[in-house]
């Protein structure tokens, strides 16, 4: 066989493999990237075998991530299920196994407990260097937040078809709480989601007269940068729980963060001719703030 016709087999073969590849792709409806599809096209052989294997590739999914697709699986699973308490290691742990494969399913195996409870970690992990691993955490943060908006959207409704109905309210904003110091939100969404529960305070029947609302206000005021409003709230809440040491302490830090010095001494002078009872944990907290103005 001459060597005109050996490259002509060497052609024809390669042509055939090209095909085999081609057709492959479009029966699971997959893309070649053209540059994957000019090296298929420019190596004899290995070419469209690697070009193959690709695509085998794209059409699998990591293992263990069915159970996010599956809203209700995701809510009943139970990690006793899985893990017996001697197998079970904390999550920053579990991020830092050398061994990919090991690290995915105790990090897989750890999220199906509570995924809440891992949330700062699983910011952490998003950007962690193996790629499944913060592809699922990604997705669980996905997760999460679509968790949040759907409960919104379900008491909203309820809201618009009882607005009086205050245990509703407060249980709106205690989930418009809980998202906005998730850490799941940053710059403009977390502003409108901010304005958004200053809306529900506003129009929540009983706020001046709950302490726990009142708390809310002014952590948001705060964020919002409302000085004025938040000093107002926290005045509020020390003439509904005067003997209360957590409203003394909530209007102290409300001076410190917004740095008003003359609010402060008012305060304390208020402060002494209280009879409040403070914890050790309290009179830490308070010394914390004032030091030695006690």
Known sequence: MSESEIIGMIFFVHFILLLIVYVHARKNWCRINTSHFLWMLLVPFFGPLTGLALIRASRKTP???????????????????????????????????????????????????????????????????????????????????????????????????????????????????RYCDSGLLEGQLLFRQQLVLKKALEKAPDLSEDPSLLRIKIRNCLALREAEEAKETAQALIRLNPLDESSWLEAIRVCVEIHDQDGMQELLKRLKQTPVDFTSSGREHLLFYVGSQE
């Open 63 to 177: 293992p263990d991530l069915d159970w996010l697709t599956n809203n209700e699986d995701f809510q009943k699973i139970n990690l006793t299920t899985y893990l017996s308490p001697v197998d079970t290691i904390p999550l920053e742990e579990a991020l830092l196994i050398n061994d990919p494969k090991k690290r995915r399913l105790l990090m897989m195996n750890i999220l199906r407990s509570d995924p809440m409870k891992y949330l700062d970690l699983l910011l952490v992990a998003r950007f962690n260097e193996d790629t499944e691993t913060a592809h699922y955490a990604t997705a669980t943060i996905m997760e999460i937040q679509r968790q949040f908006q759907l409960e919104s959207q379900k008491i909203q409704q309820e809201l618009a078809e009882d607005p009086q109905n205050s245990l509703k309210h407060r249980e709106y904003i205690d989930l418009l709480s």
